[in-house]
């Protein structure tokens, strides 16, 4: 496992600008997602996990807090409240090159990457969706620790979700 850090890079990603409002504030790390997994706050399901350790599927809450690195966030089952969704994780964003190829290339090429698999997850193709999506880059320290994936993340427009978008065509 690595310990990089990834950096998250604001959405939404269309091939018409499109800005979400809050998407600024989205997967930071801050104490939000260590208490949230408490039974004291009356969310026991919630885990806090490492961004490696995100799946295809799983779904996230965004914390009150933004920092430009993210090392944890706050994963739970679809059917809680929750803001993102795990939709794609794409290998090698780098295109074989072992130099951190900068934050522009990343950008491109994770607004190319999540965009083309959006509708195999959703059900609909990204630009006739109701969602949006953000993702999450490696650092170059992360990319120096071997971390080169790309984790795309599906959202609204600030509403809440309660079950997965999969396959909804939303």
Not at 3 to 24: C, D, I, K, M, Y
Not at 59 to 69: F, G, I, K
Not at 112 to 137: M, N, Q
Not at 154 to 159: D, L, Q, W
Request: one cysteine or more; hydrophobic letters at 40%.
């Amino acid at each position: 496992m690595t310990t990089g850090r990834r950096r998250r890079e604001p959405g939404p990603r269309r091939p018409v600008p499109r800005r979400h409002p809050a998407l600024g504030a989205l997967l930071a790390v801050a104490a939000l997602p260590v208490l949230a997994g408490c039974a004291w706050f009356g969310d026991d399901r919630a885990t806090t996990v490492e961004v490696f350790d995100l799946e295809v599927g799983d779904c996230v809450r965004t914390p009150e807090e933004a920092q430009v690195e993210v090392t944890g966030v706050t994963r739970v089952p679809c059917d809680d409240a929750h803001q993102m969704e795990v939709f794609a994780l794409v290998p090698d964003a780098g295109a074989g090159g072992e130099a951190y190829p900068g934050p522009d290339a990343l950008k491109a090429f994770a607004d190319g990457a999540c965009a083309e698999r959006f509708a195999d997850y959703v059900g609909v193709d990204y630009r006739d969706s109701e969602l949006f999506l953000t993702y999450l880059l490696p650092s170059t320290r992360g990319w120096g620790e071997g971390d080169t994936t790309v984790t795309c993340l599906v959202t609204t427009t600030g509403a809440t979700l309660t079950s997965s978008v999969a396959g909804t065509g939303r």
